[in-house]
């Protein structure tokens, strides 16, 4: 089964910083690499789509990158609204699909 | 306006059956994949089970090792999860999610407890 790793567990991070998260998966997803944030009691919320296509209505300083087997979340400069657990999805081929196990951004 | 809505979750002892349902609206239901994900206490999201619009396609983890069975009534715009054999690493809130790859609407999720 495709294992999705990413990294840090744990990011701190200042308001207006830029913050970089990291996914790796244990074979090729391609571009088919979604990025998810969740915050407390709510259900994820999709930010990325195909590595670097935003969803509608996300901001801009959520970026995507990578294909293959390494791909990076950037958010350019951290926002109060921003600190929240990421999850990277890999959709790639047929299910079943698999979630990285999340890096939390926590106010530094 | 895409809603889901999930029910059917509860307290079940281990070994028990639950069925839980989503109901959507907002959108034709059968033409769209969807998709059941499931988050543990404390844990990220983890991929269940996805049915494709006509329901003619299924797909599950490996790990529920077919304790769960996924199906639809597209007549009532509505997803089913039966879940039966559960266990305590099952207590889960089950979200369903429309599409079958990524998901950009999700339910607000329904919990399952499973415990003696």
């Known amino acids: 089964e495709m294992v999705m790793t990413q990294s840090p567990a744990t990011l701190s991070v200042s308001p207006g910083e830029r913050a970089t998260l990291s996914c790796r998966a244990s074979?090729?997803?391609?571009?088919?690499l979604a990025w998810y944030q969740q915050k407390p009691g709510q259900a994820p919320r999709l930010l990325i789509y195909?590595?670097?296509t935003r969803a509608t209505g996300i901001p801009a300083r959520f970026s995507g990158s990578g294909s293959g087997t390494e791909f990076t979340l950037t958010i350019s400069s951290l926002q109060s609204e921003d600190f929240a657990v990421y999850y990277c999805?890999?959709?790639?081929?047929?299910?079943?699909?698999?979630f990285g196990q999340g890096t939390k951004v926590e106010i530094k | 306006e895409v809603h889901l809505s999930e029910s059917g979750g509860g307290l079940v002892q281990p070994g028990g059956s639950l069925r839980l349902s989503c109901a959507a609206s907002?959108?034709?239901?059968?033409?769209?994949?969807m998709t059941w994900v499931r988050q543990a206490p404390g844990k990220g999201p983890e991929w269940v089970s996805a049915?494709?619009?006509?329901?003619?396609?299924?797909y599950y983890a490996d790990s529920l090792k077919g304790r769960f069975t996924i199906s639809r009534d597209n007549s009532k715009n509505t997803l089913f999860l039966q879940m039966t054999s559960l266990r305590v690493e099952d207590t889960a809130i089950y979200y369903c999610?429309?599409?079958?790859?990524?998901?950009?609407?999700w339910g607000l999720g329904t919990l399952v407890t499973v415990s003696s």
């Open positions: 999610a429309r599409e079958w790859s990524y998901f950009v609407y």
């Open positions: 907002g959108f034709t239901f059968s033409s769209y994949g």
């Open positions: 049915i494709s619009g006509s329901g003619g396609k299924t």
């Open positions: 074979q090729s997803v391609a571009n088919n």
């Open positions: 195909g590595a670097s």
């Open positions: 999805q890999q959709f790639n081929n047929l299910p079943p699909w698999t």
